[in-house]
């Protein structure tokens, strides 16, 4: 899988940064996003085309990395609206192209800067369909994104890790993304365009 730059974008990086390995131990190079660190989990896939934020922060992608096929991630930027959660538990990402300027009047952040706030490791660069095909004909794969400044990596330990992480089968994960407290959910909001959510008035 050959690493694809748009060279009007490159504003993350010159060289590889990140790199992903599967557990069957193939290597993809590409330019790291988000957190730094490493990020283990089920590589999986998302076809969306909108809501990424929505998708990111779904706590039914705990444990996984995610893959997206649409291109252009992270185009609206982020907001505190658009978030499905307290907490993110999804482990990685994985983006075709590099993340531009926010472009929408809703945007708070860039969608990179969110991702490092929520410590969620990325990798970009990746020709992202050719993955999910790969994934739709074998299954999903365990697989580590590690995202490095310096571009140097040990392969082997990555592989390693990939293959000894236990996966999703038998993991308790509503336990573990549920609440520990019940709770009152005081009234309803309505969204208003240029406001936000705004408390309805009691009637």
């Not at 992903?20 to 896939?45: M, P, R």
């Amino acid at each position: 899988m050959t690493l694809k730059r748009n060279k009007k974008t490159s504003h993350l990086s010159k060289f590889n940064t990140a790199i992903l390995v599967l557990e069957n131990k193939s290597v993809f190079k590409g330019i790291g996003l988000g957190y730094i660190g490493e990020a283990t989990g089920e590589v999986c896939f998302n076809t969306s085309l909108t809501g990424y934020q929505e998708i990111i922060s779904d706590p039914s992608y705990a444990g996984q990395i995610i893959n997206f096929t649409f291109p252009h991630i992270g185009n609206v930027g982020a907001n505190k609206e658009d978030i499905e959660s307290d907490k993110i538990w999804t482990r990685g990402v994985i983006f075709n192209s590099e993340i531009t300027s926010p472009s929408n009047y809703r945007s708070l952040q860039n969608l990179d800067k969110w991702l490092k706030k929520n410590k969620i490791v990325g990798i970009t660069g990746l020709d992202t369909r050719s993955l999910t095909n790969f994934i739709r004909d074998k299954g999903a794969p365990k697989g580590t994104i590690s995202n490095n400044k310096n571009g140097k990596f040990n392969i082997n330990k990555l592989i390693n890790k990939s293959i000894k992480w236990p996966g999703l089968n038998g993991m308790d994960l509503a336990q573990e993304v549920t609440t520990n407290k019940t709770y009152i959910w005081k009234g309803y909001k309505t969204w208003k365009k240029n406001k936000g959510y705004e408390q309805n008035k009691k009637k």
